[in-house]
């Protein structure tokens, strides 16, 4: 399968002429339609293009959303209140103990700070917080203004682990650094300073790391007992519900299964690399995928074949129960259409297979944080027709949801409110959701919410898309 460039000025249906305001310029390599026999490269990794309303985060809030659901240690962040602000509790990740990730800390610089140092307050805050909280470490978040007047953040944590005896990490994400994906490298880096400085004592032979899943609704706990079934011990889930003991001590595990490439693949590959731990990619969204993950940890513990054993029972039963519960929605959602804007690309591997089960078509599939492998892959799966689209902004997303004649748009929180002003249902797939996605368990939760979203009275009363085509726009 190939793709082309959009718009083309000879043979595509979709022009610039017929919705009004075309792809900028700048960004046309970045949207490409599938077409058969061709194989245009959609252009990814790049910087935002300025005044395009990117749906991306900065490089501070990449790295929050991966360290935050560590839940005993100290989150502080190093700059202006609203840093602090606009990431609490970004995560929504579930904790089954302590919940101090859950506090907003913030060295609330001002101006004078800007003008001579914020590091003397960053120490005063730390003690002052280590000392009432008595955390496990200490993540230290900077922030654009930090990058900006000089503060030597990682000095501070030296000094600062030096006298309290835990471990004090800075974390270098100034937001203007670059992009999300930045962030995630930042994250990464603070986390290996602390694998490999705990105990491995009492980990068996056939264990692994959870990379990747952040317990958003409790689905860290779903995927855990799923390997606990199969008679496979998790040593650390990184990070939802993660606790930093548990963080120390991943070094001992076997394997690592990586749920969210986008962000912990970095990691697994350092852990690869400074610890012999090989990984492998998985995705615990839809039957298929959810399947896959389970059998490529049997696989890997080739040695046990009672796990095997226990894996085989464990998906024939889950998909048993299942695929009955699924038959009444398929029906009603057949033939529908479905635009996918995620994250992590990866992810959007598993949402094309579990809409097809669903008997939905995919006509637009995109990412933030997408590499040049992942839009090969996602080109590869999609039908000719399809628009797939790296670092979308609202204009472009509405304009194809419009062209698309789309039904239902998979997104987070940002893209909510587009779909609803076009009269098109929802389906919330980022990190603010409160119901669990993943697993067997998750699929079932998934189709349920797409089947109720599509097939609500609302959209009855609701103006639809077509009035865009008479030249409106939201």
């Known amino acids: 399968m190939g793709s082309r460039n959009l718009p083309n000025q000879q043979s595509t249906a979709m022009t610039a002429e017929r919705i009004n305001p075309p792809i900028l310029a700048e960004r046309r390599a970045q949207v490409v339609e599938v077409v058969a026999g061709e194989t245009t490269k959609l252009a990814c990794e790049r910087h935002s293009v300025a005044g395009a309303v990117s749906q991306r985060a900065c490089v501070f809030c990449g ?26 509790d970004i995560r929504g990740s579930l904790s089954s103990g302590p919940e101090l990730h859950r506090n907003s800390f913030s060295t609330d610089l001002r101006e004078l700070d800007v003008v001579y140092g914020g590091e003397k307050k960053l120490r005063a805050c730390l003690l002052e917080l280590i000392a009432h909280y008595r955390p496990k470490a200490a993540f230290v978040y900077a922030t654009c203004i930090v990058g900006i007047i000089g503060d030597d953040i990682g000095a501070v944590c030296r000094k600062v682990a030096e006298e309290t005896g835990i471990p004090v990490l800075p974390v270098h994400s100034e937001g203007f650094k670059g992009t999300k994906k930045d962030g995630y490298r930042a994250a990464c880096d603070a986390l290996s300073r602390i694998i490999g400085t ?23 706990w779903i995927i855990r007992r799923y390997y606990e079934r199969m008679g496979v011990q998790v040593v650390s889930t990184m990070t939802g519900d993660g606790r930093v003991d548990e963080i120390a001590r991943a070094h001992g595990a076997r394997l690592n299964v990586v749920q969210c490439s986008g962000s912990m693949t970095a990691l697994a ?39 095997m054993d226990r894996t085989r029972a464990l998906v024939g039963e889950e998909v ?9 929605l398929r029906r009603d959602l057949a033939g529908k259409k479905a635009a996918i804007y995620v994250g992590g690309a990866f992810k959007a ?12 078509t995919v006509v637009l599939a995109g990412s933030q944080t997408g590499g040049p492998e992942d839009y090969e892959r996602l080109r590869e799966m999609c039908d000719p027709g399809t628009v797939l689209v790296d670092d979308a902004n609202p204009v472009e997303l509405s304009r194809f949801i419009v062209e698309k004649g789309v039904d239902l748009f998979v997104g987070g929180v ?6 609803y002003k076009l009269g098109v249902a929802f389906c919330d797939h980022n990190h603010e959701r409160k119901i669990a996605l993943a697993g067997f368990a998750g699929m079932l939760n998934f189709a349920r919410e797409v089947h109720l979203s599509v097939t609500s009275p609302v959209w009855r009363f ?13």
Not at 72 to 84: E, Q
Not at 414 to 419: F, G, I, S, T
Not at 465 to 471: C, K, Q
Request: proline share 8%.
């Open 462 to 474: 609701a103006p639809r898309f077509e009035a865009m085509e008479s030249g409106d726009r939201p």
């Open 414 to 419: 940002k893209e909510r409110p587009m779909a």
């Open 269 to 307: 590959k350092r852990m690869e690399e400074e610890h012999g731990i090989p990984f492998r990619r998985v995705s615990y969204f839809g039957i298929e995928d959810m399947a896959k993950a389970l059998y490529d940890v049997a696989e890997f513990f080739a040695d046990a074949p009672a796990i």
């Open 320 to 328: 048993n129960a299942l695929l009955p519960a699924l038959e009444p």
């Open 349 to 360: 591997f598993s949402l094309i297979k579990a809409l097809r089960l669903l008997d939905m």
């Open 198 to 220: 705990g105990d491995t004592g009492g980990i068996l032979p056939h264990s692994i790391n959870i990379l990747g899943e952040f317990n958003l609704a409790g689905e860290a």
């Open 63 to 88: 790295s929050r959303v991966v360290l935050y659901p560590i839940a005993d240690a100290l989150h502080i962040v190093h700059g202006p209140v609203g840093c602090a602000v606009y990431t609490w």
